[in-house]
């Protein structure tokens, strides 16, 4: 038996305004995999990944581990399952990076005495100092507020990660460092995003959606070559596909 | 952007900030309200009281000129606000509520500049604050900010669109719906921030991390200031 990370079947949502968001959404994604999931705005990609923690409802068609979602804790399947939202303003609300970072595993019930082991180990794997963690969130670059946010969800020390948009409106040396931050986790990652480069560097398999379903689902650079595909679904084959020179 | 920050001297390390958020907070609370208590007649209290308030900004090492200048941006408002209040009193009346504001902003002032605003929450909740209330504050000092550069940004692209200068009832219509779309934009904003509380386990309940330990300096710090307010009063 195949060991199912997150194992999603007719996923259907509509939003309370009568907007249809997604639509028989199957989807599954094996343990340790690193899916993307690309398509044009709006097409369902942020909502999506919204279904996997139980924050949007209709979830009975979604399965983490092998747990349906009305059934289990909620609270377990956010601790396996970490989001990164797109603006690093909404994820952190507390008045300085530490208790930011601190927030999820104090709610999870993590000892005080270890805390700033976990905040550190956190803070480090993002790729930022640990004396970073008394500064105000307000008073960071996006890059540091975009890796503040990905280490208050890896303090949680989730087996599965959401990212949504990790890498837009970052400056080119703050995209790699993410980058490279990110394709050195461990976790099951799922990446939705327009940055076709990202993809390529670190998912070997793509998840096209648009319209609220998925019309393709398979191995990235195939997928990503494929123009007339690219441009039925308002993307474009990245230039590194395109010339050829990409190893 | 830039920004002027409420607590942008707290990080000092004076006598005055190195003391614990709860007695900070007791003792300027103690002296503001005795400042408040000071009646009309008994003019030359001020004086001491305003003696207390020189004696506590020396030693935070804060630049006076900060403490004035904030003091005189607030001023206004509270001023305005008591116009109608000592009516009796006439002029008289108009000048001590004017003295009080200023000996009461000069504290507060010298409260949020000795006390990092994280303290200063901190200590509000172990003194038995809501936490709701505290929680909310916190927002307030984190979102302060990011709303203020929302704003910011509606007015550049405003500006980018108007040519001259608008009637005034047409800049009213303008500002109307700039606070109007301000407002939609912060309720979608709490509710994606909602969204990543829950997804980081949020249950209802803020955690706190361990604060700064109440000591002894903070006993005979409050005990001071609880003799001069007590002999302030009770000496003719």
Redesign the interface.
Known sequence: MTDYAVRITRLNYTYPDGTKALEGIDLDVRSGEQVAIVGPSGAGKSTLL?HL?G?LPGSAAVRIKGQSMDSADL?QI??Q???L?Q?P????????V??DV???P???GVP?AE?PRRVEKALLDSGLDYAIRSR???HLSLGERRRVSLA??LV?EPEILGMDEPTSNLDPRNRRHLIEVVSGLKATLIIATHDLELVLDVCPRTVLMDHGKIWADGETRAMLADARLMDLHGLEVPLSLKSGTRP | MRHSFIDRYASLDSPLHVLEARSKLLAFTALIVGVLCIPAERGSLFFIYFFAAAILMGVSQIPLTYIVGRTFLILPFIVLAGLAAPWKGGYLGLGILFIRAVLCLFLLVLLTNTTRFVELLRGLRRLGCPQILVMNLGFLYRYLFVLTEEAMRMKQARDCRRVGRARFREELKILSSMIGTLLIRSFERAERMHSAMLSRAYAGDFPVVSPRKFSLRDAAFLAGVALFITLSFWIR
Request: charged share 15%; aromatic share 12%; net charge neutral.
């Open positions: 919204l923690n924050i609270r956010r601790k399952v970490g989001l939202f603006d303003n909404d994820q952190l609300f507390c008045p300085t530490f208790e601190a927030f999820g104090l709610n999870l005080a805390i105000s969130s307000h208050a969800v949680m």
